[in-house]
């Protein structure tokens, strides 16, 4: 197997929302996710795995796999209920802990500023379409490095922004569920630009800490060898991938989408003044990757001209293309096109089978042992990788799919809050332990 430089911190990931439950205690405040939850599965965060709770046990469970680093996000809502104004010490102490626990056993922590929840109050005066919401999260930012910053180190603006922008704004299926395309345009803007005025502030901080951002990004594949599916592929690489990676950096955005939202969404060219805010100076680009998308030319869909094809087998219990070779792909594409830096796998993981041996997930020890080996060969080809983390450490609330979808290490039982190690995190610790070796 291809070894990964044993400087390459292994760990895992979570979110608040899918995890911390606790929903009303300690002066929590309502998040969209509290309003948005529930619409399609009756299922909601309130309780998740309880981790507000637990959260000391889940610590033994991370140093028992032996875990490098630790990635979780700070619930906005639980540190500054409305969003704007007093920030809520109860809130604040909880990740304090948390973040003096890792450091105690020797995980180093990573903080996400925003996972999705945004407070409702913000929601309510025009959330992320409102250029003031990107003010509020810079004064979020400030307080958490000024509250925090002596125990967390590493920090992440923001996860996976093509999702809270489209997926919430013009697909309408996460949170606030809006289908509106100029809308979610704004909305793309002004994440960025939010997360420009929160790299400053953490600079002006705390300047010896590092930052970066998630995102999704995923090699895009024509359905056929047509000219007409190649371009739709090319367009749905500038919506997901380019529309993101080039403004933070390459200081615009891309030219060929600007024109194509011009003319099928009425968009006026995003402030070319914040383009500068935009792409300050970042120490790691942070990748949450999944699978390829698969794609095919229809010109009456959407702004975009396409829809989704059938992914090439194998594919997972979502449905989704099990591919390492994509991700090798992927970090070779961004080596090419936007330069060679520190790169962060924040998210790689895939959903368990439906099964009777819930524990016995050998399709997550085929997933992650074929990625961490296509891994290797991105840094044997001249990747700067890092930090690797699978997503999730447990089963959790999978946002508008509920709990029935687990992309867990461990094992859940949401009845009793029991947490069992699954195959995959029993060999996840030999993986981590043999590289140690
Ligand atoms: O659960 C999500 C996570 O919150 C963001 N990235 C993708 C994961 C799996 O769908």
């Known amino acids: 197997m291809m070894r990964l430089p044993p400087d390459v911190k292994l760990g895992a990931s979570t979110a608040a929302y899918q995890i911390e439950g606790a929903a009303r205690e300690d002066g929590r ?35 028992a796999l032996g875990l490098e680093s630790y990635r979780f996000s700070i619930a906005w809502p639980r540190v500054q209920p409305d969003g704007r104004g007093a920030f809520n010490a109860k809130g604040i102490d909880f990740y304090r802990r948390l973040a003096e626990g890792l450091r105690e056993r020797g995980i180093d ?24 919401t990107a ?13 925090l910053g002596d125990v967390i180190a590493s920090w992440i603006t923001h996860n996976e922004p093509w999702g809270v922008a489209f997926v919430g704004h013009a697909e309408g299926t996460k949170a606030p569920g809006l289908c509106d395309w100029p809308t979610a345009l704004r909305v793309a803007h002004h994440l960025l630009v939010s997360h420009g005025l929160a790299v400053r502030a953490l600079r002006a901080s705390r300047p010896d800490a590092t930052v970066g951002i998630s995102l999704n990004l995923a090699p895009v594949r024509p359905a056929s060898a047509s000219a007409a599916d190649a371009a739709a592929a090319r367009r749905r690489d500038g919506y997901v991938n380019r529309w993101f990676l080039d403004p933070l950096l390459r200081g615009a955005y891309p030219g060929d989408m600007v024109a194509l939202f011009e003319r099928r969404v009425g968009l006026s060219a995003p402030g070319a003044a914040d383009l500068a805010t935009i792409g300050e100076p970042i120490d790691f ?103 690797y983390h699978v997503w999730s450490l447990l089963d959790n609330f999978e946002w508008e799919l509920g709990y029935a979808v687990r992309f867990g290490l461990v094992h859940v039982d949401y009845a009793t809050q029991r947490r069992t190690p699954k195959r995959s995190a029993l060999w996840y610790r030999d993986y981590i332990a043999a590289r140690k070796r």
């Open 285 to 387: 680009l942070g990748i949450n990757y999944y699978h390829p998308e698969y794609v095919r030319a229809e010109p009456k869909s959407g702004p975009l001209g396409l829809v989704a094809a059938a992914p090439a087998p194998p594919t997972s219990a979502l449905g989704w293309s099990i591919d390492p070779a994509g991700l090798r792909e992927l970090l070779g594409r961004l080596v090419r096109d936007y330069g060679r830096r520190p790169l962060w796998i924040t998210e790689n993981g895939v959903p368990d089978e439906l099964r009777q041996t819930p524990l016995e997930d050998t399709e997550r020890v085929s997933y992650l042992s074929a990625h961490l080996e296509a891994l290797g060969e991105a840094v044997a080809d001249g990747a700067d990788v890092r930090r």
């Open 135 to 147: 003010w509020r999260f810079a004064d979020l930012a400030t307080a958490a490095y000024e509250a």
């Open 109 to 132: 922590p990573v903080a996400t500023l925003y996972h999705w929840d945004l407070p409702q109050p913000l929601e309510d005066a025009g959330g992320w379409a409102e250029r003031d």
């Open 29 to 63: 405040g309502e998040s969209i996710w509290d309003r948005f939850s529930g619409i399609e599965t009756g299922e909601t965060g309130e309780v998740a795995c309880d981790h507000y709770h637990r959260w000391r046990a889940d610590l033994g469970l991370m140093a």
